[in-house]
């Protein structure tokens, strides 16, 4: 947890110390890149994380980002100019991305299935406080200290976060032989190149089919579970012969692991697919540079915007090629081949796009139109952290009965109710109705989201968890940034036509609303309508993503996920089989 509360931090803290460090560094025409640079190191490097953490395990991959991280932050601590600070932030975000999705997928490996909602509800609690705290105590630093100290402040929350991975934190696969590709453990019998473990001794593994060799039977060799590496594995919770819960476990499988007769371990070859990680890296960069700065710095169909996206296309069509051909890719193809993964894919990046919404459009309503200031406007947007990890923390108790799919789908309905309403907010409205309808948003998407990353890991192996987890927060980030890109278009052209002479745009009349005399009565009320009008419509965008999450729920993701049983001990087993069975 103090590993994530140094990516959530990092994401709040700076936004008020903003004032402070144009002021000293200069660079405010380029400013917006100490978060845009952040971000756009974040999410580029998340797939290549997941894949390293699958290679080589997620406690070096974290204990690396952590330090890389902390490396950032004294570095942007000591920037002498606006762009040295800005290329110091992309540092910090080099080392972000490996906090983000090594947690997440850590949480799925160290805890059952009915245990994860309650550990990642913690990890959602980290960012609601951040959200609240962050801005405050980046306000604080800044102004009765030195903008300097908001990055320093990062070096001894993360001492402690290294000190505690490094002497507590022991994964799964290192720890006992219950997991595919942990070789041999406390009670292993037989193991190899990936396949897994044998729990108690419990004889040889199969013939391509996932047969159980000697010691199958009741409460013999236990249950047999395979994996192909491109097809979903559907048969993990099939009950067939030789499917037992007895003292000696279970045997898992993979459908290349082992050959007849096989008994011992055998070394498997690290493989890492560098030129995939640059091309994964290179394009990405250029596909999220081309959506944060299009209609900003440049316009959409300027030179700029098309060189930038005619980039990212082709170095796209290079990266899938260089993929296709790695013993290893980066990005597998079977992240988009299985369907409960790409279904929970594209819906938690319409969760992205729909994000825009609320956390970019919200506190500029609510200065705009409802005469709010910076901190009370933060503090509307604040209480759907507050619900968030309430009901994702309950929501087990709702997929244990309907499944995860179902959970998702009701929780996604109510966000598209909520987020139908607010277009029908009377103008200008009061604080309180904003902040009730955010409280609400919160509490639906903590339904939506938690139950789709939990389901999505507990389908896949251990080997795969981390890539499959980056896949999901990947493809989540491109959707913000594709909603920040498309519903800023929305509302600056919803502005344009309601000002009337064609140069609306939403910051410049946000900032003249704010300054003191510059309009008269009349022209204000018909700013902060226009402003009125432009959120609305972000907002009917949004219910458009939420609706667009819905049909892919319905039309794609399998009413029940093939969720796999984990080797534990048989009275642990027992339990979290039925919790299995019925979250599936």
Known sequence: ????????????????????????????????????????????????????SDTFGRKPVLIAGIILFLVGSVLCASAWDMASLIAFRVVQGLGGGALQGTVQTIAADLYPLKERPRIQARLSSVWATSAVAGPAAGGLLAGYADWRWIFLVNLPVGAAALWLIARYLVEPGTATATRTGAGTGTEAGAAGDGAGAVRDGAGAVRDG?????????????????????????????????????????????????????AGVPKARRVSVDWAGALGVFASGALLLTALVQGGVAWPWLSAPSL??????????????????????????????????IAAVNLALGALGLLMVAPTVFLPTYAQAVLGLGPIAAGFVLSAMTLSWPVTAALSNRVYTRIGFQ?????????????????????FPGEPWQPALLMLLLGGALGFFQ?????GVQSTVPYEERGTTTASVLFVRQVGQSVGAALFGAIAN???????????GDLDGLVRALETPGALTGPAADHLRRAVDAAVDYVYLGAA?????????????????????????????????????????
Do not use: N
């Open 1 to 52: 947890m103090l590993g994530m509360a140094l990516a959530a931090l990092d994401g709040t803290i700076v936004s008020t110390a903003v004032p402070q460090i144009v002021g000293d560094l200069g660079g405010l025409s380029v400013f917006s890149w100490l978060f845009s640079g952040y971000l756009l190191a974040v999410t580029v490097t998340l797939p290549v994380y997941g894949k390293l």
């Open 209 to 261: 089919a996932g047969a159980v060799g000697d010691g199958a039977g009741r409460d013999g060799a236990g249950a047999v579970r395979t994996k192909p590496h491109d097809a979903q594995p559907t048969d993990a919770l099939g009950d067939g012969p030789g499917a037992g819960r007895g003292e000696a476990g279970a045997v898992r499988a993979k459908a290349d692991a082992l050959p007849d007769g």
């Open 307 to 340: 060189g930038l996206f005619g980039g990212a296309a082709l170095l796209a069509g290079v990266t899938v090629l260089v993929e296709r051909r790695a013993a290893e890719p980066i990005i597998p193809g079977w992240v988009w081949r299985r369907r409960t």
């Open 406 to 426: 179902q959970t998702a789908v009701l929780g996604m309905g109510l966000a598209l109710l909520v987020l139908l309403a607010f277009p029908l907010l009377p």
């Open 450 to 454: 938690l139950p789709l990353i939990v």
């Open 493 to 503: 052209g919803v502005l344009a036509a309601r000002v009337g002479d064609g140069k």
């Open 544 to 584: 458009g993503a939420a609706a667009l999450a819905l049909i892919v729920l319905l039309t794609i993701a399998p009413r029940r996920f093939p969720v796999l049983k984990e080797l534990k001990d048989p009275q642990e087993q027992e339990e979290e089989e039925q919790t299995a069975d019925a979250a599936g």
